[in-house]
């Protein structure tokens, strides 16, 4: 891990102390009236302007963290921050990331491949061939690190010479990937909203979520049922104009009723194998512009109502 580019102690506690003290916020109101400067830079405004000093606890947190993996804090005016997120969400995109990897990951094309923790036989099927035809073209994969398709997806990413973000639900210093892997960091990254040391809500799932979906260029629901934590990433999907994909399974499917109404929603049926045919929207999702991936919040209605946690 020491290849990648890293925080220090000091300037990650100083980061872990000022967020889980004003939370996120009041964080975000303090750096949207920043420039694009370094992240030392802006650690030394927290401490000097800001009075923000780390304590024994921050520091301990932060040394745990670049012993177990390395982490490297990511504010929002930094320059590496993804723009897709920040042109998705605006003033409420988190205002600090938390990585460990390659964060080249970041400006790369990206696919999300999601769906329910407890697919059939046939829908991780799906996820995988997906994933395969996604890598060899070229696209990086996005899940959610749930296990199930999220995890399937991971896992074939990298078993097949690709690459996958992670975005995880929990904080990084207690992030457990779901899916086997060898750490080839050079191919993964692993991307936490969520400030070191802070307890795990149902809002961890859901923030996760809307990260999943303003990554993405697109997404491939692999199996998904009538609720559930895809349905909320679905609905942030479409809110961002991203394009949504649904396999399209058998009548006998379980979930079969749920992909119907995907598709009656707008999402395009894809068949449970790919096809050559699915190049060309990937080469159509490649050439899409930034502009026409920014955000609609307005437009368009969530799926099948509420939905529960994943």
Same mark, same amino acid.
């Given at each position: 891990?020491?290849?990648?580019?890293?925080?220090?102690?000091?300037?990650?506690?100083?980061?872990?102390?000022?967020?889980?003290?004003?939370?996120?916020?009041?964080?975000?109101?303090?750096?949207?009236?920043?420039?694009?400067?370094?992240?030392s830079e802006l650690s030394g405004w927290l401490r000097d302007e800001k009075k923000v000093a780390p304590t024994k606890h921050s520091l301990a947190l932060a040394e745990q963290l670049l012993r177990?993996?390395?982490?490297?804090?990511?504010?929002?005016?930094?320059?590496?921050?993804?723009?897709?997120?920040?042109?998705?969400?605006?003033?409420?995109?988190?205002?600090?990331?938390?990585?460990?990897?390659?964060?080249?990951?970041? *400006?790369?094309?990206?696919?999300?491949?999601?769906?329910?923790?407890?697919?059939?036989?046939?829908?991780?099927?799906?996820?995988?061939?997906?994933?395969?035809?996604?890598?060899?073209?070229?696209?990086?994969?996005?899940?959610?690190?749930?296990?199930?398709?999220?995890?399937?997806?991971?896992?074939? /990413?990298?078993?097949?010479?690709?690459?996958?973000?992670?975005?995880?639900?929990?904080?990084?210093?207690?992030?457990?990937?779901?899916?086997?892997?060898?750490?080839?960091?050079?191919?993964?990254?692993?991307?936490?909203?969520?400030?070191?040391?802070?307890?795990?809500?149902?809002?961890?799932?859901?923030?996760?979520?809307?990260?999943?979906?303003?990554?993405?260029?697109?997404?491939?629901? /692999?199996?998904?049922?009538?609720?559930?934590?895809?349905?909320?990433?679905?609905?942030?999907?479409?809110?961002?104009?991203?394009?949504?994909?649904?396999?399209?399974?058998p009548p006998e499917a379980k979930h079969c009723r749920a992909h119907q109404l995907l598709k009656a929603s707008g999402a395009t049926p894809v068949p449970v194998a790919p096809l050559e045919e699915?190049?060309?929207?990937?080469?159509?999702?490649?050439?899409?512009?930034?502009? *026409?991936?920014?955000?609609?919040?307005?437009?368009?209605?969530?799926?099948?109502?509420?939905?529960?946690?994943?």
């Open positions: 891990m020491t290849n990648w580019p890293q925080t220090g102690v000091e300037e990650l506690a100083t980061w872990i102390e000022a967020h889980s003290r004003l939370r996120d916020a009041k964080l975000s109101d303090w750096l949207w009236t920043t420039q694009e400067i370094s992240v177990d993996g390395g982490c490297c804090v990511i504010p929002r005016p930094d320059s590496r921050y993804p723009l897709l997120i920040k042109a998705a969400w605006g003033e409420t995109a988190p205002p600090l990331l938390y990585c460990r990897g390659n964060l080249d990951l970041l *400006q790369s094309l990206e696919f999300a491949v999601i769906g329910t923790r407890r697919p059939s036989a046939l829908g991780k099927r799906a996820a995988r061939l997906y994933t395969r035809f996604l890598v060899t073209h070229g696209w990086v994969i996005v899940s959610g690190n749930a296990p199930g398709v999220d995890a399937a997806a991971h896992e074939e /990413a990298l078993a097949y010479g690709g690459a996958t973000v992670v975005f995880p639900p929990t904080p990084l210093d207690t992030f457990q990937p779901s899916f086997r892997w060898s750490e080839e960091w050079e191919r993964c990254l692993v991307v936490s909203r969520y400030v070191p040391g802070s307890e795990i809500t149902p809002w961890n799932f859901l923030g996760r979520n809307q990260l999943v979906a303003a990554m993405c260029r697109g997404a491939l629901v /692999a199996e998904t049922g009538m609720r559930g934590g895809t349905l909320d990433t679905v609905g942030h999907l479409r809110r961002l104009r991203r394009r949504v994909f649904v396999t399209d399974l699915f190049a060309h929207e990937l080469l159509m999702l490649r050439s899409t512009s930034s502009s *026409q991936n920014e955000t609609n919040m307005n437009d368009s209605p969530d799926f099948f109502g509420e939905h529960r946690m994943p």
